[in-house]
């Protein structure tokens, strides 16, 4: 029977002390079930839940079941205290203990896991260190450890997402910057004007987005995350819109209708040399970079309704890509650069999120939520995350790029749209 949590994951917001609800739709059959123990702290409260941090983030990419520490028989805080009985009458595969120290203003976590079934220390005793500010930093540090270690797949719980979030009394736009389970929310800018497509640059550290307040026209800007400092890019007459940095970072491209019809065109970030891509009579926008950056996908509806093409950059050679339904558009190239990310609508359906594999064109429906746009792909291709409709707002759910994994995120103060998933870091 498909594997179903129907319990909300309840977790804390430091910043706002409010109580924020995760909630897993669906989750893979057979999730592997771990016991993160809660881990051992000789000093006052912490202010975060190392081990419970740890066992949200992996129940949050849908493929663990966590142990509620209701249920243990001990908690071991050395690999002698350890029986791998007790756990294995719980149903644990796995067991992650753990001990917190405080040292010159800095805590310390040290970390081992186990496998239960094999009854064997899976790797040794591993420590990361912050401040109490980076106490989550440190548990998702963790969370990414234990994750690779048994999928093989790089974790993705220390990355960000950038999203806009929009009020309508008073009106106003907000670029925020949270971790992916949407805590820790932090304001990169505030705008009286609409703010859309915000994109990250590959080396994380600065953001592209299309903001209205330059004569209430569409132009592009970079904005430095650490800093706030801001570069206006493009400031032509009509159309400034869907930055996407290219793989290296030193290219945008967008689509601009500075010569009468909305056009691809790239820019060089340093000179600001644009090159020219696309020249027809249709309406091309919304271009995304493949991953060797030698082409570049886009939307265009010059066979009569949106689909999505690939031109190549060096023949300007073009082509469609897309035939399964009567529209794709907004394309988005897995890490990988063997899938395809895209909105697709068919006849008598709303918009969902599907992916298409670019070899075959094989095409798959990810989402079941309704009026779902702007899909972000996670850095390491396993999930996606992506705006939708919920109780009448805009929020943020994600799903697996095999459709197994289902995630909707809690409402914030405004409507949330326009996710935008971080590289890795390092």
Do not use: C
Not at 74 to 100: C, M, N, Q, T
Not at 384 to 407: C, N, P, Q
């Amino acid at each position: 029977m498909r594997y179903i949590i129907s319990a909300f994951l309840f977790v804390f917001a430091l910043s706002a002390n409010a109580q924020n609800i995760v909630f897993v739709t669906k989750g893979i059959d057979n999730p592997t079930k771990i016991a993160v123990v809660p881990f051992a702290w000789t000093g006052a409260r912490l202010p975060e839940d190392i081990a419970k941090i740890v066992g949200n983030d992996l129940e949050f990419s849908g493929q663990f079941e966590a142990t509620d520490p209701e249920r243990m028989l001990a908690f071991p805080r050395a690999e002698a205290e350890v029986h791998y009985r007790d756990w294995k009458a719980l149903g644990s595969e796995y067991l992650l203990i753990g001990s917190i120290t405080q040292q010159a203003g800095r805590y310390y976590a040290s970390y081992e896991l186990f496998d239960v079934i094999q009854q064997k220390r899976v790797f040794a005793k591993l420590t990361v260190d912050g401040t109490e500010a980076q106490l989550r930093d440190m548990a998702h540090h963790i969370s990414d450890k234990v994750y690779e270690t048994i999928t093989g797949v790089r974790g993705i719980f220390s990355t960000k997402l950038i999203y806009v979030e929009a009020f309508k009394k008073p009106q106003k736009y907000r670029l925020m910057l949270s971790d992916i389970d949407g805590f820790r929310p932090r304001m990169l800018l505030e705008s009286r004007y609409p703010l859309l497509s915000p994109v990250w640059s590959p080396n994380g550290q600065r953001v592209a987005y299309v903001s209205f307040e330059a004569e209430n026209k569409p132009a592009i800007y970079i904005q430095d995350i650490a800093t706030g400092r801001r570069q206006q890019m493009t400031n032509f007459r009509g159309l400034n819109g869907a930055p996407a940095w290219s793989p290296d970072g030193q290219k945008l491209a967008m689509a601009l209708s500075k010569d009468g019809n909305p056009e691809i065109y790239v820019m060089n970030v340093l000179t600001r040399q644009l090159t020219r891509v696309t020249n027809h009579f249709a309406i091309d926008h919304e271009p995304s970079w493949a991953a060797d950056g030698a082409s570049l996908f886009f939307t265009s509806d010059r066979g009569g309704k949106p689909q999505i093409y690939q031109v190549n950059l060096a023949s300007m050679q073009q082509e469609r890509v897309t035939f399964d339904g009567d529209y794709n558009a907004r394309a988005r190239v897995a890490p990988d650069g063997k899938s395809l990310v895209m909105l697709n609508k068919r006849p008598g359906t709303t918009h969902h999120i599907a992916a298409q594999d670019i070899k075959s064109g094989n095409l798959r429906i990810l989402s079941e939520t309704n009026l779902d746009e702007s899909p972000t792909i996670a850095p390491n291709g396993a999930m996606l995350m992506y705006a939708t409709r919920s109780g009448g707002k805009g929020v943020l759910a994600a799903v697996s790029l095999d459709a197994r994994v289902k995630i909707l995120q809690p409402p914030k103060q405004g409507d949330v749209r326009e996710p935008a998933w971080s590289p890795f870091f390092n």
